[in-house]
């Protein structure tokens, strides 16, 4: 039997991208139960891991230290999955290496020079990888536009959906949520996000109140929290803060649909959460975003408040002229979506690198 290290550390961090990927990774990698793999996962919650996964997977406990050079893990592992691009928990060793690719957004974030220390942490993961997998066509597209990938051999391999089981909802009210039509997002406080411009388009929306869901205490969600004050619409926008998966799925479920006009994502969870409860989604037709949507979402190319509020608004006429069958459509498409299928093409590529 091969033991496989899984670098995913990230699990600390549920509310986040990196954090779902993780978690139903290893959901997936449970489900499709190969004889011949052992998994070693690296996490530092290891009591909540074996409450669910049990003895399924061997544990290594997470140290931070463990970013240094001379306190990186030299146990003998047949391969090592480093499961997001921008970890810096490397193997001592020299051992088969699986590189999986979210986006490369931090060469517009924080610098396009290759000789920074951030770009350079990833031409070396990407030096010593045996095999490399992307999320999206675009992470795979947009890592070969700014760097020079080696002759390995690389797979795009989707993500699935974090909310493809639904919670029982029967009576079930979140603690705060606006009377009247309401409009939904979540996500991660950063600028790339464009909460800002989604409270911007509300003044054009009277009819509607909006709920932005995530961590609002980062700098951004200073800049939301002005423009809401400036435009008077502190009783229409909701800042719900971090929220549970059944509040979430509450509001992805009664929202009149899902907001989500990010610059840049490397794949984009959300919008196939709201998909699978036949939610109308609108998304910026940037980067990852239509290989999400497909042909069931509505787009929004020019990102000027009022030109999306036109855009949606257009877009509520559209989805509502024959509502059965664009919600059953939105369903199909997130059913696409399955961690199930990911985890088996993930199963593939270990084994031909082994």
């Known amino acids: 039997m091969k033991r496989i290290f899984l670098e995913t550390h990230n699990l600390k961090n549920a509310f986040t991208g990196f954090g779902q990927f993780n978690l139903h990774l290893l959901r997936g990698l449970k489900n499709c139960d190969d004889p011949a793999l052992k998994f070693v996962v690296h996490s530092k919650d290891i009591v909540s891991l074996k409450n669910e996964f049990g003895d399924f997977f061997e544990y290594k406990y997470y140290l931070s230290l463990r970013r240094y050079d001379w306190a990186q893990i030299r146990s003998r592992y047949d391969l090592?999955?480093?499961?997001?691009?921008?970890?810096?928990?490397e193997p001592k060793r020299d051992l088969p290496y699986v590189l999986t690719v979210h986006d490369v957004n931090f060469i517009a974030e924080i610098s396009s020079n290759l000789e920074h220390p951030c770009n350079i942490a990833f031409k070396k993961k990407l030096a010593r990888a045996n095999a490399i997998t992307y999320i999206s066509e675009f992470a795979k597209a947009s890592t070969h536009q700014h760097f020079n990938v080696p002759d390995v051999p690389e797979t795009v391999i989707?993500?699935?959906?974090?909310s493809q089981e639904a919670i029982n909802l029967d009576g079930y009210f979140p603690k705060n949520y606006p009377k009247g039509k309401y409009l939904f997002t979540i996500g991660e406080f950063w600028e790339r996000k464009n909460f800002h411009l989604l409270v911007e388009m509300l003044e054009h929306l009277p009819e509607?109140?909006?709920?932005?869901?995530?961590?609002?205490?980062?700098?951004?969600?200073?800049?939301?929290?002005?423009?809401?004050?400036?435009?008077?619409l502190g009783?229409?926008?909701?800042?719900?803060?971090?929220?549970?998966?059944?509040?979430k799925q509450y509001y992805l479920?009664?929202?009149?649909?899902?907001?989500?006009?990010s610059l840049r994502e490397g794949f984009g969870l959300p919008p196939i959460e709201a998909m699978r409860f036949g939610t109308p989604i609108f998304l910026a037709h940037r980067t990852s975003l239509p290989e999400v949507g497909g042909?069931?979402?509505?787009?929004?190319?020019?990102?000027?408040?009022k030109k999306m509020a036109e855009v949606f608004l257009q877009g509520m006429d559209s989805y509502y002229n024959d509502h059965l069958i664009n919600t059953k459509k939105l369903v199909e498409r997130a059913a696409s979506f399955d961690w199930n299928k990911a985890a088996k093409e993930y199963i593939k590529v270990y084994k031909s690198v082994l």
């Open 295 to 305: 042909d069931v979402a509505y787009y929004w190319h020019d990102l000027e408040p």
């Open 253 to 261: 479920q009664n929202s009149d649909a899902f907001l989500f006009p």
């Open 235 to 247: 009783d229409r926008v909701m800042l719900a803060g971090r929220i549970s998966e059944k509040d």
């Open 80 to 89: 090592w999955h480093s499961v997001n691009q921008s970890t810096k928990i």
């Open 158 to 162: 989707l993500n699935g959906n974090p």
């Open 208 to 232: 509607y109140s909006l709920i932005i869901a995530g961590n609002n205490e980062r700098e951004y969600g200073q800049k939301v929290k002005r423009t809401i004050s400036d435009l008077g």
